[in-house]
């Protein structure tokens, strides 16, 4: 079992910052792709970014290309999200997911089904 914790959401205006974490128990963090995703009020889960188990490796969603970037710690258990340049439409709640399937490339890690763990998300409120 892994349990995950977000933590660093809150309220921003637009074109601001906030980096969001998500620290992982167990020893096997290493083992695991990481990934974020965000469901907004009335819409389904999207998926933002995923990391591969190195941290080698990331894919976004266009949607956040060039101002998201994930991160993770292997020696710390977490992974992060650094969000610039927030718009409205960032607006949500963000979920950290945990893998443990091994699939070729990144790609197949935007579907939330090839995740077996999930935290319990953080509210990120972005004002205009």
């Known amino acids: 079992q892994v349990q995950l914790v977000e933590s660093g959401g809150g309220l921003v205006q637009a074109g601001g910052s906030l980096r969001l974490s998500c620290a992982a128990s167990?020893?096997?963090?290493?083992?695991?792709?990481m990934g974020w995703f965000r469901q907004a009020p009335g819409k389904e889960r999207e998926f933002v970014a995923t990391?591969?188990?190195?941290?080698?490796?990331?894919y976004y969603a266009d949607s956040v290309k060039g101002r998201f970037t994930i991160s993770r710690d292997n020696a710390k258990n977490t992974v992060y999200l650094q969000m610039n340049s927030l718009k409205p439409e960032d607006t949500a709640v963000y979920y950290c997911?945990?893998?443990?399937?091994?699939?070729?490339?990144?790609?197949?890690?935007?579907?939330?089904?090839?995740?077996?763990?999930w935290g319990q998300g953080t509210q990120v409120t972005v004002s205009s």
């Open positions: 990391i591969s188990r190195s941290g080698g490796n990331t």
């Open positions: 167990g020893r096997t963090f290493s083992s695991y792709t």
């Open positions: 997911a945990a893998s443990t399937y091994i699939y070729y490339g990144l790609a197949r890690y935007r579907d939330g089904s090839a995740y077996d763990y």
